[in-house]
């Protein structure tokens, strides 16, 4: 689906929502796709684009950076704390912060460099035992840690478990963003971004619906 196809479906969602376009980040997902499709978007004009591994990213935008202008990257999958610091030269957000050693690491590093990318705490809303996140239970004191830490969290993140109803878990993602005073929810992937905007979604996260079906290997 062409890139526009997927922003006019944005816009749509943002005024049936009553909410401005401005309002929501479209972070095009380009983990695991030939180099010529996220070019072929960046081509369209889009600049804000997601990456599941800091190697893989580290391969690619540095190039795609030097070319095309007002780029920014948002890191979308797990971080190993030995890769903070290639993460934070890199990465302009990272919405998987998970667990204290990693934000003990991000402190470290935002205190030398005298900054830090905007910052999401990814939130296993399922509880689903495979997938990484905090708990909702352990969120609240998470969040108190980090900022213990002087991180500034922007917002929250989840990915809903397959197979359940996702406005679910977007509203109760957006519940704790709300009690903790956060502004940002990093959550709507290409099957349910719509639903995502609906209840308060400032990130979606969409990548097949506008590249197509992810191929293994980066071209």
Not at 170 to 196: C, H, I, P, Q, V
Request: proline share 5%.
């Amino acid at each position: 689906m062409p890139l526009a196809d997927i922003q006019n479906r944005v816009k749509a969602a943002c005024q049936k929502a009553g909410r401005g376009l401005q309002d929501v980040e479209l972070i095009a997902v380009s983990k695991v796709q030939p180099n010529a499709r996220v070019e072929a978007v960046l081509d369209a004009g889009q600049r804000v684009f997601g990456e599941n591994r800091v190697q893989e990213a580290q391969g690619k935008w540095p190039e795609f950076k030097a070319r095309f202008a007002g780029v920014t990257l948002h890191l979308i999958g797990p971080l190993q704390s030995n890769k903070v610091k290639p993460a934070m030269s890199l990465f302009d957000a990272i919405h998987t912060l998970d667990r204290e050693k990693l934000a003990r690491r991000i402190a470290a590093e935002a205190q030398a460099r005298g900054a830090c990318p905007e910052l999401f705490v990814q939130v296993n809303t399922g509880e689903e035992p495979q997938k990484a996140g905090v708990l909702p239970a352990e969120v609240d004191d998470f969040i108190k840690t980090c900022q213990g830490f002087d991180l500034k969290i922007k917002g929250l993140m989840c990915i809903p478990p397959v197979g359940e109803e996702p406005s679910l878990h977007f509203a109760l993602l957006a519940k704790m963003a709300k009690r903790n005073g956060l502004s940002g929810l990093s959550m709507g992937m290409s099957r349910d971004f719509e639903s995502a905007i609906a209840l308060g979604a400032t990130h979606v996260r969409v990548g097949s619906a506008i590249f197509g079906e992810r191929v293994m290997a980066a071209g």
